[in-house]
């Protein structure tokens, strides 16, 4: 199965998921895991987040001591600029 099917899957069945009972919602687990190959608690969060939105690399705070140089070197920079 694709990437492509396996989301196309999770979209159809998410919102009946979420709605389900829940012996329903394990029939419908059942069925994602078999269709997906997904590890079972992984598929539970997928059925009911969704995916994740990004790869976590993009994201993430700056670094506090390149927030904390970044006025002095431009500064110095633009001093030796000014010479």
């Known amino acids: 199965m694709t990437a492509a099917a396996r989301n196309q899957l999770?979209?159809?069945?998410?919102?009946e998921y979420k709605d389900a009972s829940l012996s329903r919602k394990s029939e419908l687990l059942d069925g994602f895991v078999t269709g997906t190959g997904y590890h079972?608690?992984?598929?539970?969060?997928?059925?009911?987040k969704?995916?994740?939105?990004?790869?976590?690399?993009?994201?993430?705070?700056q670094s506090?001591?390149?927030a904390f140089f970044?006025?002095?070197?431009?500064?110095?920079?633009?001093?030796l600029h000014l010479r």
């Open 50 to 61: 969704g995916l994740p939105t990004s790869s976590g690399l993009e994201s993430g705070r």
């Open 40 to 48: 079972r608690k992984y598929a539970t969060n997928l059925l009911n």
């Open 70 to 79: 970044r006025p002095s070197v431009c500064l110095a920079v633009s001093k």
């Open 64 to 66: 506090t001591m390149q």
């Open 10 to 15: 999770l979209e159809s069945i998410s919102k």
